[in-house]
């Protein structure tokens, strides 16, 4: 199965900390993204990092890869109470059909 | 100006009923999925669809089908609910894929609930 795995399960922090998010997948990528969820939503587009980056900003979000471990993390920093919210990677299945795989998501709880 | 939307929001029926879901986009995008998303969360794709092809999860019943009306359309037709069938599913939709980018827009989900 390409479907990966998001470590923690739940992450709770205090306003203003860091948190973060790692993911492992199992095969090959052209890309790999990261996406929220807010309770009860669908998810949203967050950043996407290709194979050939190590790493990524946007805003306070900062990606990393590593393809020869085959994981990411996703840090979000000076986190606020609006970030509370379910994190999930998302991984390509290289065939081109442009299916995505989703990991098993982080509950990240930030508390004010 | 919603870009991905899905009618109905909530679905409650009982099993062995045949159902539709609604989905539609206005990103003028190429490519449009169902997810279905369990009580736990994961979240695992069900069908992508271009006007060139119809791409299945070989796991998903054929109880599953869907009917793209059109470009902007992706309809998600159940027949003979099943109480595992019960999650919440979503429509997507991207730009057909171009140099690895292959950014999704999501809907709101259905929650079906099968009785």
């Known amino acids: 199965s390409q479907q990966g795995e998001e470590d923690p399960q739940a992450l709770s922090i205090q306003e203003g900390e860091n948190a973060t998010m790692n993911c492992s997948y199992k095969?090959?990528?052209?890309?790999l993204q990261w996406y929220r969820q807010n309770s009860g939503r669908g998810l949203v587009h967050l950043i996407l990092?290709?194979?050939?980056?190590r790493e990524k900003h946007s805003g306070r979000l900062r990606v990393t890869l590593d393809t020869s471990k085959k994981s990411s993390s996703l840090l979000i920093t000076a986190s606020r109470a609006a970030d509370t919210a379910s994190y999930f990677c998302a991984t390509d299945d290289q065939t081109g059909a442009n299916n995505l795989f989703f990991g098993t998501g982080t509950r990240l709880t930030v508390i004010p | 100006d919603t870009a991905v939307s899905q009618t109905p929001k909530y679905l409650v029926t009982q099993m062995g009923n045949d159902k539709s879901i609604k989905c539609e986009q206005n990103?003028?995008?190429?490519?449009m999925y169902w997810y279905k998303q369990d009580s736990k969360k994961f979240l695992k794709i069900m069908f992508s669809y271009n006007n060139k092809e119809l791409i299945i999860n070989e796991t998903v019943p054929n109880r599953f089908s869907p009917k793209s009306p059109d470009k902007a359309h992706l309809n998600l037709h159940i027949n003979s609910l099943e109480l595992g069938d019960s999650a919440v599913y979503f429509c997507?939709?991207?730009?057909?894929?171009?140099?690895?980018?292959?950014?999704?827009?999501f809907g709101p989900g259905t929650r079906l609930t099968v009785t």
């Open positions: 990092i290709r194979s050939n980056e």
């Open positions: 997507a939709s991207s730009q057909e894929i171009q140099a690895g980018i292959n950014e999704q827009y």
């Open positions: 095969t090959s990528i052209n890309n």
């Open positions: 990103l003028g995008h190429d490519t």
